[in-house]
C-alpha cells in the first residue's frame, strides 16, 4: 500500500514564523507530528511519502503514486485541507481525513466526501481503519467513546520527513488538560483527565531526535506540560538526568499554565532541564472575561507577579490573549497592551474570538441563539477578522482595539524595549554562575559531513537578521545598545536574546498583515453588529 500523508500549508499568521524560517535557513516552523506518528501506527511494510505543504508543493508523480491519500489539519489549516480533499476525489483517490479540526466540526468535514473520516486519536482506531481503507464501502466515519492508553503509541516516523528543514521539531508527553477553559478544544478532543506516556517513552523519543542528528530546540507539544505536578516532577528530573548524559544537546519550548508562575520548586526543575520558552494562556486581563471563559486558573494572584516570577527565574513567557470575549469592558485592547509593557512579555499574541464547533462556548452561544451558523468566513484570516458569533460589543469596537494592540506592542522600539528589559531582569544562566559546568558531546562522526551546510545556514540567517534590525531598521541605533548592553550585563543570555530580536521580525510581519485590513471593506461587523 502507498499511502501519500498531506499535512496542508499554513497561511501568515503568528504561528507560520515565516521570517525566522527564512533568517535560520529553514522551510516550516514544525514537522506534522500527528502525521509521522500515524506512519508509526499503519503497517510498516507501507510505502509512505509525507508531504508537508509549507516545505514543498504536491506533484503529479505525488498524486499518482498513491493508492491513499491521508489528509489532516487544525483550525489553521481549514480552508486548504477542504481544497485537498475535494482534489484527491476528483483523482479517484481514496480519501481518509483526521485531525483535531476534523474532530471538532465533523459535519463540515463531510460535506467535502471524503472516504474515511477517522475522529479522535489513532492509537486504538488502527484496526479500524485498516478495515475501513481494505473495503470499498460508502463513507466510513471511525470513532471510539473510549481514548487510548498512550502506552499504545510508538516513536514517530522523524525518518519520513528532513528535520534539517524545520525550526524546531516536537515531541508529546502527555494529552489533555486538568482544567475546562470555554473556548478550548483540548477537553472535547483530549479530555479532562490527563493521560501521560511513560517516562520511558519520553527518553527513547528524545534518544531518536539526538540520534538523527537534531540539536537545539524541542517543542513539548502537550496542551498542558503541567497538567499534572507530580508526573511533571517525576519527568523533569529523568529529562535532565539524559541531557547530562548526552551534554545537553535541547532546549525546550513548551505550553503552560500560569499557575506555574506560583510554583518555584517546578519552575527551577523545568529551567534545569532546560526549558526557556513557555507559552501561557493569559487570554485576557479583566477578571469578569476569566471568570465568563472559566479560565479559573488565572484568577489564583496578579498575573504580574506570576509572569515576572517565571520571567526572573529564566523562563521566557509568550502571552496568548483573545478579545472580543464575553464579560470584557471597552479598551480590554489597551489593557492587554499595558499588561504585556509592564510584564516586559517581548512575545505576545491576541486573537480574535472564534468558537469552535462543540467547545462549551460553542453550545452556550447556540442555546442563547447567537452562533451564526450559516456565516463561514475563514477564521484565520488575519487581515479581515471576523466572528461565527454575535459578540456583546460592537465588533468594529473589538476589532479597531485588537488592531491598535498589536500596532502599540509591535511599535519597532517598543518591542525592542520589552526584550532589553525582560533579558536584563532574567538571572543568568547557572553554567554562568558557576553551578553546572558539564562540557558538551561534540557531534558524532556521522554527523559531520552535515555541519558545513549548517553552519552556512546559521551564518547566513546571522547576516539577513543583522542587516535588517541593524542597518535598515530605524530602530538600529537602540538595537546596537541595547545588543552591547545585554552583551556586557548578562552575556550567558545573550544569544537567546538576539533570537528573540530575530523572532520579532515575525511579529513585525504578522503586525503589518493585521493593519492592512484597516481600510478594507466587508468586514465581519457589517452582518455582526454585536449587542
Not at 31 to 36: A, E, F, Q, S, V
Not at 147 to 160: H, M, T
Not at 199 to 206: A, G, R
Not at 321 to 330: H, N, Q, R, W
Request: one cysteine or more.
Amino acid at each position: 500500500m502507498r499511502v501519500l500523508l498531506v499535512n496542508p500549508e499554513v497561511r501568515d499568521c503568528f504561528w507560520s514564523r515565516t521570517e525566522s524560517c527564512f533568517l535560520s535557513g529553514k522551510k516550516a516552523l514544525l514537522p506534522p507530528l500527528g502525521l509521522i506518528t500515524l506512519a508509526a501506527l499503519l503497517p510498516r511494510e507501507w510505502d509512505f511519502r509525507v508531504r508537508d505543504l509549507s516545505i514543498e508543493p504536491l506533484t503529479e508523480d505525488d498524486w499518482s503514486w498513491a493508492d491513499v491519500v491521508m489528509v489532516t489539519g487544525m483550525i489553521v489549516h481549514r480552508q486548504r485541507m477542504f481544497e485537498l480533499i475535494r482534489e484527491a476525489k476528483q483523482r479517484g483517490k481514496k480519501v481518509v481525513v483526521g485531525g483535531p479540526y476534523v474532530t471538532s466540526a465533523t459535519r463540515e468535514v463531510l460535506e467535502t466526501e471524503p472516504d474515511i473520516v477517522v475522529r479522535g486519536e489513532a492509537e486504538n482506531l488502527i484496526d479500524d481503519l485498516l478495515e475501513a481503507i481494505e473495503t470499498n464501502s460508502a463513507l466510513q466515519v471511525i470513532e471510539r467513546s473510549e481514548r487510548p492508553d498512550l502506552a499504545l503509541s510508538p516513536i514517530p516516523r522523524y525518518d519520513l520527513v528532513n528535520l534539517q528543514d524545520y525550526l524546531v521539531p516536537s515531541i508529546q508527553s502527555s494529552r489533555g488538560c486538568p482544567f475546562d477553559c470555554e473556548f478550548c478544544d483540548v477537553v472535547n478532543l483530549q479530555g479532562r483527565n490527563v493521560r501521560f506516556k511513560s517516562d520511558d517513552q519520553v527518553i527513547n523519543e528524545l534518544e531518536a531526535l539526538f540520534r538523527m542528528g537534531w540539536r537545539g530546540q524541542i517543542f513539548m507539544a502537550d496542551d498542558n506540560f503541567i497538567g499534572s505536578k507530580k508526573r511533571s516532577v517525576r519527568l523533569l528530573k529523568r529529562i535532565s538526568e539524559w541531557q547530562v548524559s548526552r551534554g545537553k544537546p535541547f532546549c525546550f519550548f513548551g505550553q503552560v499554565s500560569v499557575n506555574l508562575g506560583r510554583d518555584q520548586e517546578l519552575i527551577d526543575l523545568m529551567t534545569e532541564a532546560r526549558f526557556g520558552d513557555i507559552f501561557v494562556g493569559l487570554e485576557s486581563p479583566d477578571v469578569d472575561a476569566l471568570e465568563k471563559c472559566g479560565k479559573k486558573q488565572n484568577l489564583g494572584g496578579p498575573l504580574d507577579d506570576a509572569i515576572n516570577n517565571l520571567k526572573k527565574s529564566g523562563l521566557l513567557v509568550t502571552g496568548s490573549f483573545i478579545i472580543g470575549v464575553d464579560g470584557e469592558g471597552k479598551g480590554v485592547g489597551k489593557r492587554i497592551s499595558e499588561l504585556v509593557e509592564r510584564t516586559d512579555m517581548p512575545m505576545a499574541q491576541i486573537h480574535t474570538m472564534w468558537a469552535i464547533p462543540n467547545t462549551r462556548l460553542w453550545h452556550r452561544l447556540k442555546q442563547e441563539g447567537r452562533l451564526l451558523e450559516n456565516v463561514n468566513p475563514d477564521p484565520m484570516d488575519i487581515s479581515d477578522p471576523q466572528f461565527n458569533f454575535i459578540t456583546s460589543r460592537p465588533t468594529e469596537e473589538i476589532i479597531e482595539e485588537w488592531r491598535g494592540a498589536w500596532e502599540t506592542m509591535y511599535e519597532h522600539s517598543n518591542f525592542l524595549g520589552r526584550a532589553y528589559r525582560c533579558f536584563r531582569a532574567m538571572r543568568p544562566t547557572k553554567k554562568a554562575l558557576g553551578i553546572s559546568t558539564e562540557p558538551p558531546i561534540p557531534p558524532d562522526a556521522a554527523q559531520w559531513p552535515a555541519l558545513p551546510r549548517k553552519y552556512l545556514a546559521e551564518m547566513l540567517g546571522v547576516l539577513r537578521f543583522l542587516w535588517r534590525q541593524g542597518i535598515v531598521s530605524s530602530s538600529r541605533i537602540q538595537f546596537w545598545r541595547q545588543a552591547d548592553l545585554i552583551f556586557r550585563k548578562n552575556r550567558s543570555r545573550w544569544k537567546w536574546y538576539m533570537g528573540v530580536c530575530g523572532a520579532g521580525e515575525d511579529m513585525y510581519k504578522v503586525t503589518r498583515l493585521i493593519l492592512e485590513g484597516r481600510n478594507r471593506t466587508g468586514s465581519a461587523s457589517r452582518t455582526n453588529p454585536g449587542r
